[in-house]
């Protein structure tokens, strides 16, 4: 029997979880089956649960994966010395992320969106999914926390603000926007990055002061 390449693994996987995203994100997770998901990757049920479990292990492989790419991605950024400032940041980080999940669509829009909806959700419900979701989203703050400091340390932003306290308001921003995304339709991430450049263009000072 000829052996199966790690490619064709990979990509059987890769099927797998574009199909359970896309049927988690138009019915939501409790509507969803997995003969849902067979049916939308056009597989049978032994090739699916070769990978997972069930609907609970789809979720949670779905929600660690895009939290690992978004705390990379900012890890990436804020490598440079001193990172782009906010703005440019979040917008770029938010295009690669939602960029690599464009061709995941329901009814013409983006499925991503609503995906994140979902999974917010199932969260309070499911406790083995809130561990995963709260341990994603503490890497990501973590990152955001460095960055502020790189910021701070470059004159780039005011001092007197705990790095924590920046980071859990941009991760705020950004699932702010993708809520929108998902219940007013798309919006181009120019209005995220020009929103947060406007903000940044606050002084403290009064006008006439």
Not at 41 to 61: M, N
Not at 73 to 88: A, C, L, T
Request: contains cysteine; glycine residues 8%; aromatic residues 8%.
């Amino acid at each position: 029997m000829a052996r199966v390449s790690q490619a064709h693994l990979d990509a059987r996987r890769r099927q797998i979880l574009d199909g359970a995203a896309v049927c988690f994100a138009r019915n939501g997770f409790h509507a969803t089956s997995m003969q849902d998901v067979l049916k939308e990757v056009d597989l049978s049920a032994g090739a699916v649960y070769r990978y997972f479990g069930g609907k609970e292990e789809l979720i949670a492989a779905i929600v660690g994966e895009v939290l690992d790419e978004v705390r990379e991605s900012f890890e990436e950024e804020g490598r440079h010395s001193p990172p782009p400032p906010p703005d440019i940041l979040v917008s770029s980080v938010f295009v690669r992320v939602h960029s690599s999940r464009a061709y995941l669509t329901v009814d013409g829009r983006p499925a991503f969106p609503r995906l994140v909806i979902q999974v917010w959700t199932e969260t309070l419900r499911n406790a083995e999914l809130a561990a995963i979701l709260n341990e994603g989203y503490s890497g990501v703050r973590e990152v955001w926390g460095r960055i502020v400091v790189a910021y701070q340390e470059a004159g780039m932003m005011r001092s007197d603000v705990p790095p924590d306290h920046v980071a859990r308001t941009m991760i705020a921003v950004v699932l702010g926007f993708l809520a929108q995304q998902s219940l007013f339709g798309p919006a181009p991430v120019d209005v995220l990055r020009d929103g947060l450049r406007a903000l940044m263009s606050v002084s403290d000072a009064l006008p006439g002061a």
